[in-house]
């Protein structure tokens, strides 16, 4: 927040900051906790650096998960990752080790275990996976002179920046065990966030994922994929899937981004 010249609460006096609670139209955003794991993964343990804290983390995990590249404890701690050849921890070590140990970590911890936001009333609360919609709705509900908001994320221009598309493939090699797991670890979280949570589970050991996996094999699909509309996201063709003019191994993730969270 420093580098667009905004202070946190905590930082602001005690008048100020109860002045800001009252007054100020408060918004939160929200993110699906799959979301958080894979984002976690992806920007702390595959694109970062040796000065964070977070390559201790990979460390451990590659310990447990490939001892034969340890030759005793002081490798673990002098390991020069991610410079090392063998690279980062898959995501599947990742969650088995968070499965396996119960880690805690507030990238993926729930929220209201790292601030209290039930203590404040909320104008509107937003979901990354659906901010560019949410944003037109905001614009109107702070009577903002724009009809649009633009929606800008500090990583968008990385080639590693995280679409809900890119979670999906991410979680499809784990398995139903690990999958259940945190489907009931996130069963407390807020009823949108759950009911999300719900239908990406449905979606990987259910209908929807196979549908998805029987679209991508090169094969001719069976039927269509309509949005909650009814307009065609995919159509089966002869030779294929084709999304506008992009055959569906391109297009999907952006064709995951369109699926109706209640679908």
């Given at each position: 927040m420093k580098r667009y010249?905004?202070?946190?609460?905590?930082?602001?006096?005690d008048n100020v900051a109860k002045d800001v609670a009252k007054h100020?139209?408060?918004?939160?955003?929200?993110?699906?906790?799959?979301?958080?794991?894979?984002?976690?993964?992806?920007?702390?343990?595959?694109?970062?650096?040796?000065?964070s804290n977070h390559p201790k983390i990979a460390a451990a995990i590659l310990r447990e998960f490939r001892p034969q590249l340890f030759v005793n404890n002081k490798t673990l701690s002098k390991m020069n990752y991610p410079q090392q050849a063998v690279g980062a921890p898959t995501f599947k070590e990742f969650m088995t080790w968070i499965y396996k140990n119960k880690v805690m970590n507030?990238?993926?911890?729930?929220?209201?275990?790292?601030?209290?936001?039930?203590?404040h009333d909320w104008g509107a609360i937003l979901r990354v996976e659906t901010m560019e919609m949410d944003g037109q709705l905001f614009a109107k509900l702070v009577n903002s002179s724009h009809s649009?908001?633009?929606?800008?994320?500090?990583?968008e221009n990385k080639p590693n920046y995280l679409q809900f598309g890119k979670t999906l493939n991410q979680f499809f090699d784990l398995s139903d065990e690990l999958?259940?797991?945190?489907?009931?670890?996130?069963?407390?979280?807020?009823?949108?966030?759950?009911?999300?949570?719900?239908?990406?589970?449905?979606?990987?050991?259910?209908?929807?994922?196979?549908?998805?996996?029987?679209?991508?094999?090169?094969?001719q699909p069976r039927r269509s994929l309509r949005s909650e509309s009814g307009a065609f996201l995919a159509?089966?063709?002869?030779?294929?899937?084709?999304?506008?003019?992009?055959?569906?191994?391109?297009?999907?993730?952006?064709?995951?981004?369109?699926?109706?969270?209640?679908?």
């Open positions: 010249g905004l202070k946190q609460m905590h930082e602001l006096s100020y139209f408060n918004v939160m955003a929200i993110r699906h906790p799959f979301d958080r794991l894979v984002a976690y993964y992806r920007d702390k343990m595959v694109d970062t650096d040796k000065s507030e990238h993926w911890n729930f929220i209201f275990e790292t601030c209290h936001p039930c203590a649009r908001i633009p929606v800008r994320h500090s990583h999958v259940d797991y945190f489907l009931e670890f996130f069963k407390h979280t807020d009823d949108t966030v759950t009911e999300s949570t719900e239908f990406f589970c449905q979606t990987l050991k259910g209908t929807i994922h196979q549908y998805l996996e029987e679209l991508v094999v090169p094969y159509v089966p063709t002869t030779r294929g899937v084709i999304y506008g003019n992009r055959c569906f191994r391109k297009a999907a993730p952006t064709l995951w981004n369109n699926l109706p969270v209640n679908i």
